[in-house]
Nanobody
Framework: QLHVVESGGGLVQPGGSRNLSCAAS????????IGWFRQAPGKEREGLLC????????NSAVSVKGRFTASRDSAKNTVYLQMNSLRPEDTAVYSC???????????????????WGQGTQVTVSS
């Protein structure tokens, strides 16, 4: 069974960048579309974007479009979330999630994704 683990969170200054990793074990991550989500304190989980099995990024949320993108490294069985121009309102726990059985990205909603990591905290503050 697929397991995914996020890493790379931490404290970032406003305007800075951060690259999060979603590393997989138990199966080949290239077989799965991967969604990135975040949840800030007191708020619902927000879907950010999805990367399909071919490496195309789709379904980007308005809040992150043009600032966040995703990529794959097949050799490392890992997907990345590159975050640029970070703002204090980007502070949240960031999670990746995988969905199998499709090469394309489903809607970026929680119920469309099957395998979740535990999340990594990103704090944007000066």
């Amino acid at each position: 069974q697929l397991h995914v683990v996020e890493s790379g969170g931490g404290l970032v200054q406003p305007g800075g960048s951060r690259n999060l990793s979603c590393a997989a074990s138990g199966d080949i991550l290239d077989y799965y579309a991967i969604g990135w989500f975040r949840q800030a304190p007191g708020k619902e989980r927000e879907g950010l974007l999805c990367i399909n099995t071919g490496g195309a990024v789709t379904n980007s949320a308005v809040s992150v479009k043009g600032r966040f993108t995703a990529s794959r490294d097949s050799a490392k069985n890992t997907v990345y979330l590159q975050m640029n121009s970070l703002r204090p309102e980007d502070t949240a726990v960031y999670s990746c999630a995988a969905t199998g059985g499709t090469t394309s990205c489903p809607p970026i909603t929680v119920d469309e994704y099957d395998y979740w990591g535990q999340g990594t905290q990103v704090t944007v503050s000066s």
